[in-house]
């Protein structure tokens, strides 16, 4: 069983809102839910953590509801350059805290 | 604040030879991990090392291997490469091990090509 399900793709413009929901079903008391960005070529890179509620950043907000089941990821006015590969991470303790980062979801922004 | 540094940033091997990367982690991190990244497998967990010991590992074969040094810093090394073994290797420092609240911070990658 996958620990994280994310869509594949998704496409958007430029000034636009891209929402991102990862789905969770397993999430354990202790997990924290990170969310991570990669662009070709690159390592990827912390965008936001948290573990219930909302968390906001100058980058990102996060949607976590009280289930903690799934969560959301939210990227205000994208531009060219937020187009890449973002991932849902949550903590894997029934393997050890072996991290699986899943596929990932490509976000493609366009003019 | 100095990151993650990886090395070397591109290498090219031939079928059978092995291969060493390098990973500095970032000064006070204790865990490094190490991940393979392929365009049809996505990111895939190899190994973490905490405090000079192994502490988890994915589902690779034992040609994969690694050791972490007393300063933190880690190898991992690739013996009788095919070119199934062409990918970035990517390796992330974080505070201390396992995943939980820990934010992992990588490096730019190490890519690899076998021919």
């Known amino acids: 069983l996958a620990k994280t399900t994310q869509p594949i793709s998704m496409d958007s413009y430029e000034g636009q809102e891209v929402n991102i929901t990862c789905s969770h079903n397993n999430i354990a008391t202790n997990d924290y839910i990170t969310w991570y960005q990669q662009f070709p070529s690159q390592g990827p890179r912390f965008i936001i953590q948290?573990?219930?509620t909302k968390v906001t950043n100058e980058v990102a907000s996060l949607f976590i509801p009280a289930d903690r089941k799934s969560s959301t990821l939210s990227l205000p006015r994208v531009s060219l350059s937020d187009t890449a590969v973002y991932y849902c991470?949550?903590?894997?303790?029934?393997?050890?805290?072996?991290?699986?980062f899943g596929a990932g979801t490509t976000v493609t922004v366009r003019a | 604040k100095a990151g993650v540094t990886q090395t070397p940033r591109y290498l090219i091997k031939t079928r059978g030879q092995q291969v060493t990367l390098s990973c500095s982690p970032i000064s006070g991190h204790r865990s490094v991990s190490w991940y393979q990244q392929t365009p049809g497998q996505g990111l895939q967990f190899l190994f973490e090392?905490?405090?000079?010991?192994?502490?988890n590992k994915g589902n690779f074969p034992g040609r994969f291997s690694g050791r972490q040094f007393s300063n933190s810093r880690s190898e991992m090394n690739v013996s009788t490469l095919e070119l199934g073994d062409s990918a970035l290797y990517l390796c992330?420092?974080?505070?201390?091990?396992?995943?939980?609240?820990?934010?992992?911070?990588f490096g730019a990658g190490s890519r690899l090509t076998v021919l």
């Open positions: 991470l949550v903590g894997d303790i029934e393997n050890d805290y072996k991290l699986s």
């Open positions: 090392y905490f405090s000079e010991t192994q502490r």
């Open positions: 948290g573990y219930k």
């Open positions: 992330a420092s974080s505070l201390e091990q396992g995943s939980g609240a820990n934010v992992l911070t």
